[in-house]
């Protein structure tokens, strides 16, 4: 529930800032924020990294 709290602000704060400041930059603020929050969780998967990758992706299949 904190994280998810935690992403909530961090987009309602880039897009606020976003619009004040007139930089649409900052609206790449919540799309790293997940992309790090998945890649941290990759990594603590007790596999070597490019396996999780590989096995994530043929889940798909």
Excluded: C, N, Q
């Amino acid at each position: 529930m904190l994280i998810i709290a935690a992403f909530s602000f961090i987009t309602i704060f880039s897009v606020i800032f976003a619009l004040r400041k007139k930089r649409p930059i900052l609206l790449t603020l919540p799309v790293l924020s997940l992309l790090s929050f998945a890649f941290i969780k990759i990594l603590m998967v007790p596999m070597p990294f490019w396996d999780t990758i590989k096995f994530i992706f043929d889940l798909r299949g």
